[in-house]
């Protein structure tokens, strides 16, 4: 029979040796208030942070959003994900990602902060898949955030839906007939990465007279957000990565 003490003594040993568990927080759009107590309190916590790594050297948007609240002693984990479509390229990319998190889980919980939600078009999706696919034993755990196009909305001051409208979210436009579509059936649309093909969109928007409803938020809640209400003087803007377009189709369904 094994005294308490002994017990007590293998049951910490053996609980040393147990990964710790991989939490994706969403952090919001990038106002570092814009994150969740659960959120907050699960980063201060962990004693591994992770997070995109930034382009060109220059911080993240996640990591900028929580660079406030990373406590000294918290260990920074920058992740390489690349702005590339090629699946293969990505795959790779993800599984190298999990790697060195899964190495990271031997030391302890990490969290991974990603920017806006962390279920809506977040690499979050796809670092946890890879991870879960290698180590199906692994604990992960996921916190909400809050997504760009309701912090847009909020920095408009529009409501983006009422009642019984519908609301279309295109992630990325390859045709401008899936936009068309999404006009005719919704009665807000919500353009994600609108920053390519911004002058096809406006052009559309012309000739369906919607250029009034439309607006586009860039950097949405940071200090360098810049707001477009009504799209009819703005054919041509140059627009960064981090920008969305919120359609309001007018005289439809309340
Ligand atoms: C891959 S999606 C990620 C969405 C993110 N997970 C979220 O919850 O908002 C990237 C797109 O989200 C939009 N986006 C994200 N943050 C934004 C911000 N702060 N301001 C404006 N658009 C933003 C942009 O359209 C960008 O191209």
């Known amino acids: ?21 991989l939490c994706g ?5 990038g106002d570092p208030e814009l994150i969740t107590v659960k959120a907050l309190r699960r980063l201060q916590a962990a ?33 390489t994900f690349p702005y590339v479509q090629d ?14 998190v899964w190495q990271a889980m031997q030391n302890g919980d990490v ?15 796809y670092l946890a898949q890879s991870l879960l696919q290698q180590h199906p034993e692994a604990q992960v755990e996921a916190v909400p955030g809050i997504c760009s196009p309701l912090a847009a909305a909020a920095a408009l001051g529009i409501p983006l839906t009422v009642r019984s409208q519908r609301l279309a979210v295109l992630p990325a436009l390859y045709q401008m007939a899936t936009l068309e579509a999404a006009l005719a059936w919704a009665e807000a649309v919500v353009l994600l990465k609108v920053s390519s093909v911004y002058a096809q969109v406006w052009s559309m928007l012309q000739q369906q007279q919607l250029l009034e409803h439309s607006y586009v938020v860039k950097h949405a809640t940071r200090p360098d957000q810049m707001i477009y209400a009504g799209l009819k003087d703005w054919p041509d803007l140059k627009l960064p990565y981090f920008s969305l377009l919120i359609i309001r189709v007018p005289h439809r369904r309340p």
Do not use: C, N
């Open 111 to 125: 969290v991974f902060a990603s920017e806006g939600d962390i279920s809506f078009y977040s690499t979050f999706t």
């Open 87 to 100: 699946e293969a390229i990505l795959k790779a990319a993800w599984k190298t990602a999990a790697d060195q």
């Open 47 to 79: 004693p591994i942070v992770a997070f995109p790594a930034g382009l060109r050297g220059e911080p993240g948007v996640a990591q900028s959003a929580i660079s406030t609240w990373l406590q000294p002693h918290q260990q920074q984990l920058p992740l």
């Open 25 to 29: 927080i969403g952090v919001g759009p």
């Open 1 to 21: 029979m094994k005294s308490p003490a002994l017990e007590a003594s293998l049951e910490a040993s053996l609980s040393q040796h147990r990964p710790g568990r």
